[in-house]
């Protein structure tokens, strides 16, 4: 099956820093998403990212399908980007197959 | 718009009850909604899908007798841990899909603790 690598696992940095984390895929995907999953557990929706480039405020995504692989950038960084950031891609239909997630610390 | 609510967001239950899980789309009508597990510091775990009126369909290794899934209406699913032991104790996620995208929405989740 379609296997997914998130990187880096984990990510230390302070406030006001950029990052990028990326996600690998090994097949061609229909559906792709970015998840910011909080310290109380809520998974929320970052971007719905099959292929191409989004924006949404301090957020960017970008997805090159045929080179199977999407980036989510973080800008300026604050403490309350901390958590866990999911990638998960849909093979076929509706099914989503998660990556491990990358921890993300914003220190103050 | 695209809100899914999930209702407990915590429940602890005795060893041997049952409890359930309701899961909503609250602006959308969701043609197909999902259940997952998630255990400590791991990522989500598909256990099912539902389509309304039609029965769910499990993952490998998931008993179905053991977690009933419920798709009634096209905005309510529940799911429903039968004789809960401590092993169940985990963070269940719901998910909704409204089509024709593969964008999916996902509840707060339910915490259960089982004593």
């Known amino acids: 099956g379609i296997q997914v690598e998130q990187s880096p696992p984990d990510l230390i940095l302070q406030e006001g820093a950029n990052s990028t984390l990326r996600c690998n895929f090994s097949d061609s995907v229909n559906n792709l998403q970015w998840f910011h999953q909080n310290p109380w557990g809520q998974l929320i929706n970052l971007f719905y990212?099959?292929?191409?480039?989004k924006q949404n405020g301090r957020l960017s995504a970008t997805t090159v399908a045929t080179e199977r692989y999407s980036l989510l950038y973080i800008s300026s960084s604050q403490t309350t980007d901390s958590g866990v950031y999911f990638c998960?891609?849909?093979?076929?239909?509706?099914?989503?197959?998660w990556g491990a997630g990358t921890k993300l610390i914003i220190k103050p | 718009g695209a809100v899914v609510s999930q209702h407990p967001s915590r429940v602890i239950c005795k060893s041997g009850t049952s409890v359930k899980i309701e899961c909503r789309s609250l602006d959308f009508q969701a043609t197909t909604m999902f259940w997952y597990r998630q255990f400590p510091k791991q990522s989500l775990m598909l256990m099912a899908t539902s389509n309304e009126g039609s029965k769910a369909t499990y993952e490998q290794g998931v008993e179905k007798d053991k977690f009933l899934i419920n798709h009634a209406s096209l905005t309510l699913s529940t799911l429903t841990v039968t004789s809960a032991h401590p092993e169940d104790s985990s963070f269940y996620i719901c998910?909704?899909?409204?089509?024709?995208?593969?964008?999916?929405?996902f509840g707060p989740g339910t915490r259960l603790t089982v004593t």
């Open positions: 990212i099959p292929s191409g480039t």
């Open positions: 998910s909704a899909n409204s089509g024709p995208a593969y964008e999916q929405y």
């Open positions: 998960a891609v849909g093979p076929a239909g509706y099914q989503l197959i």
